[in-house]
Structures are given as structure tokens and as C-alpha cells.
């Protein structure tokens, strides 16, 4: 009994060194399968800090509207601080989590600007690299180019 698992010894007359590198193997080439669907850094995740519940729902809304986004979540009680004009500040801030196409993020940025009540929002985003392929096509059908 080869690392608590005596049925994997088993298999194959008990070569579970080789059994073992058929499926790491295996898993490679799915997931190399999988990411030859998907141009790394396509889509993005953007980050928006909004000073209360209700202006982040108000901008999830909008951004999902217009076809910004796909998907907004919003993340409660965040605690940010920062520098600001000359002073450190403390303030709870409500987090949105914005997944959308990375063509999309200039025009995200855009309306965050026109519907956001600080005098600097926050609008930063990084590429996706990889990730699950359903779920990046589905970010892929519902925000169009």
C-alpha cells in the first residue's frame, strides 16, 4: 500500500509510477486542449471600489446593461486606505469585481467615469491568463466585440 492508496497499486500489476504519469499526462494535454480555445489575456477582470451598497448595485446594473461586463460581483465592507490630497484616509468601500473582454475595459472605464460620484474612481484591470473554458466562452457570448 503505496501512499494509503492500495487500489492504484493494484492497477496495472502494480505499477503505479506509470499509472500515475499517464494521468498527469492525460490532465496536460486536456488542459492544453482546453487553452488552445482561449487567447490568453482576451478577457479581463476589472476593479472598482464604490462608496456604498447602493451606488455598486447601480453600477453593476448599468455595466451588465450596456454589455460592459458579463458578470459584476459585488464584494461588501472592504476597508481601503489610502493617500489623498496630502492625508492618509480610512474608508469602508464596497468592492465590484467586474469579468469582461479586455477590448471592453477602455469603454468600462468611460462609463464608470460619467456615473461614479468620486472625483477619481478606481478602474484597474488584469488580464485573465487561463481559466475555466465554459465560463470564458460564456463571458465571450455575452459581451460582444
Given at each position: 500500500?503505496?501512499?494509503?492508496?492500495?487500489?492504484?497499486?493494484?492497477?496495472?500489476?502494480?505499477?503505479?509510477?506509470?499509472?500515475?504519469?499517464?494521468?498527469?499526462?492525460?490532465?496536460r494535454?486536456?488542459?492544453s486542449?482546453?487553452?488552445?480555445?482561449y487567447?490568453s489575456?482576451?478577457?479581463?477582470?476589472a476593479f472598482?471600489?464604490?462608496?456604498?451598497?447602493?451606488?455598486?448595485?447601480?453600477?453593476?446594473?448599468?455595466?451588465?446593461?450596456?454589455?460592459?461586463?458579463?458578470?459584476?460581483?459585488?464584494?461588501?465592507?472592504?476597508?481601503?486606505?489610502?493617500e489623498?490630497?496630502?492625508a492618509?484616509?480610512e474608508?469602508?468601500?464596497?468592492l465590484?469585481?467586474?469579468?469582461?473582454r479586455?477590448s471592453?475595459v477602455a469603454?468600462?472605464?468611460d462609463?464608470?467615469?460619467?456615473?461614479?460620484p468620486?472625483e477619481v474612481?478606481?478602474?484597474?484591470?488584469l488580464?485573465?491568463?487561463q481559466?475555466?473554458?465554459p465560463?470564458?466562452?460564456?463571458?465571450a457570448?455575452?459581451?460582444?466585440?
Amino acid at each position: 500500500m503505496r501512499f494509503g492508496l492500495p487500489h492504484v497499486e493494484a492497477l496495472q500489476g502494480g505499477s503505479y509510477r506509470a499509472w500515475l504519469l499517464l494521468l498527469r499526462s492525460a490532465g496536460r494535454r486536456a488542459f492544453s486542449m482546453a487553452s488552445e480555445t482561449y487567447a490568453s489575456g482576451a478577457h479581463s477582470a476589472a476593479f472598482v471600489t464604490c462608496p456604498n451598497d447602493t451606488v455598486a448595485k447601480d453600477l453593476a446594473r448599468g455595466i451588465v446593461q450596456q454589455k460592459l461586463a458579463a458578470c459584476v460581483n459585488i464584494v461588501p465592507a472592504v476597508t481601503s486606505v489610502y493617500e489623498w490630497q496630502g492625508a492618509i484616509q480610512e474608508d469602508s468601500e464596497v468592492l465590484l469585481m467586474i469579468k469582461t473582454r479586455s477590448s471592453k475595459v477602455a469603454a468600462l472605464a468611460d462609463y464608470v467615469r460619467q456615473n461614479h460620484p468620486y472625483e477619481v474612481a478606481e478602474v484597474i484591470s488584469l488580464p485573465i491568463e487561463q481559466g475555466n473554458p465554459p465560463y470564458l466562452k460564456w463571458i465571450a457570448d455575452t459581451v460582444p466585440e
